[in-house]
C-alpha cells in the first residue's frame, strides 16, 4: 500500500510539506505541491482517513437525523449537504429515528466520535448526553436544548409563503381552507405553521373554526397515509371548504390521491397546497402548489456551519409559493 512516505520519496520534499499540500495549507511553494500533486496522481495514493480521526480522536461523519426517511424534503437537503459536503472531505449519513430509539442512536455516535449530529426530527435526546457532547467537542445542531445549544441557528419562516397563499386563494374567491397538520395536536401547536394559518384565516376573512384543523399521527406513519386518511376523515365530516393546506408536500399527495379517487376536482372543487417544494411535487398530476423553503440553502448552510463550528447567529430562510395547477 502507498504511503504518505511514499509521496515525499518520490516527490522528493518531506513528509510534512505532503500533509500539507493534503491539508490544502497555503505554506506550501507552488513548485512543491506541483511536485506532490504529481507523485500523488503517478503512485494512486489515497489518504488513510482513519488514521487521521484516530490521531485527532474525531472522525468526518456528519450524522443527519430524521424521522421519515421517505420524505423527499429530508432527502433533499441530505443531497445538498453531501455536495457541500465532500468539498470538506466530510461523509453525511442518515439515520431514521424514533421517539424511543433517539437515545440509543446518539449514544452510538458518540461512540464512534462523529465529527456533528444534526437533528432535523420533531423530537430530541435525553439531556443526560450534553455534558458529554460537549466534552468530545461533537459539534450539534437541534440536539440540546435550545437555551444550552451554541450553533447556527436556521430561522423557516414559513409564514411569509402562507402569506402569499392566502392572499392567491383569496384572489381566486376561496375563504374556507382546511389545514391538514399531520401531528398530533401537542407537537403541532408547537410549529409555526399552524399558528401562521390561524393568525392568516382572521386577518384575510377567512373561516376560523378549530374543525377546520385536522390532527394526525405524523411520523408515527407515513405522510402520504396520514394525509390520505385525513383527506377521507374530512369528506365523512360533511365540513364545507374549498381549500386545503398540508404541513408537506408528501401530506399533500395523499390528500390529492383520495380526492382524486372519490371524484373531488382539483383544483375546480379543492385547491390543495403542500410545503416543502420536493421535487417530486412538479411532477404529480395535477402539479402540486407548494411553499418553497429553500432545501439547497439550508443543505448548505448546514455544512458551513459544522466546518467553521458556528456558535452564534441566525440564518433566515425566507419561504414562497410556488403555484401551480392545484391552486388553478
Known amino acids: 500500500m502507498v504511503t504518505r512516505a511514499d509521496v515525499a520519496k518520490r516527490a522528493g520534499v518531506s513528509t510534512a510539506t505532503v500533509s500539507r499540500v493534503m491539508s490544502d495549507s497555503s505554506y506550501v511553494s507552488k513548485a512543491a505541491r506541483d511536485k506532490v500533486e504529481k507523485a500523488i496522481k503517478e503512485l494512486n ?7 487521521k480521526s484516530l490521531i485527532k480522536n474525531q472522525g468526518n461523519v456528519v450524522a443527519v437525523l430524521v424521522e421519515d426517511v421517505t420524505n423527499p424534503y429530508y432527502l433533499q437537503i441530505l443531497e445538498e449537504m453531501s455536495n457541500e459536503g465532500i468539498r470538506h472531505n466530510l461523509i453525511i449519513s442518515l439515520f431514521t429515528v424514533t421517539t424511543e430509539d433517539i437515545d440509543m442512536v446518539v449514544e452510538s455516535l458518540i461512540e464512534n466520535r462523529v465529527r456533528a449530529i444534526i437533528n432535523l426530527a420533531l423530537f430530541s435526546c435525553s439531556e443526560r448526553f450534553i455534558s458529554i457532547l460537549d466534552e468530545l467537542d ?24 402562507i402569506r402569499q397563499m392566502f392572499s392567491a386563494l383569496k384572489e381566486r374567491g376561496r375563504n374556507k381552507l382546511v389545514y391538514v397538520a399531520a401531528l398530533n395536536e401537542t407537537i403541532a401547536s408547537q410549529d409555526q405553521r399552524l399558528n401562521a394559518y390561524r393568525r392568516c384565516c382572521e386577518e384575510f376573512g377567512f373561516i376560523q373554526s378549530e374543525k377546520y384543523t385536522i390532527f394526525g399521527d405524523y411520523p408515527r406513519r407515513r405522510a402520504f397515509e396520514v394525509g390520505y386518511d385525513s383527506a377521507e376523515k374530512l369528506l365523512d365530516s360533511g365540513l364545507d371548504f374549498d381549500s386545503v393546506f398540508c404541513l408537506n408536500d408528501s401530506t399533500a399527495m395523499g390528500v390529492m390521491k383520495c380526492f382524486l379517487n372519490r371524484g373531488i376536482r382539483i383544483p375546480q372543487d379543492v385547491c390543495v397546497i403542500g410545503c416543502d417544494n420536493i421535487i417530486l411535487a412538479q411532477y404529480v398530476h395535477p402539479s402540486l402548489s407548494t411553499i418553497d423553503v429553500e432545501t439547497v440553502r439550508q443543505g448548505r448552510a448546514y455544512i458551513r456551519a459544522v466546518v467553521e ?9 425566507d419561504a414562497k409559493l410556488i403555484c401551480r395547477e392545484s391552486i388553478g
Not at 45 to 51: D, R, V
Not at 146 to 152: A, D, F, I
Open 45 to 51: 495514493y489515497i489518504p488513510n482517513n482513519l488514521a
Open 138 to 161: 461533537i459539534y450539534t445542531i437541534n440536539v440540546k436544548p435550545e437555551k444550552g445549544e451554541r450553533c447556527l441557528k436556521l430561522h423557516l419562516n414559513h409564514e411569509r409563503g
Open 309 to 317: 463550528k458556528i456558535c452564534e447567529g441566525t440564518e433566515e430562510i
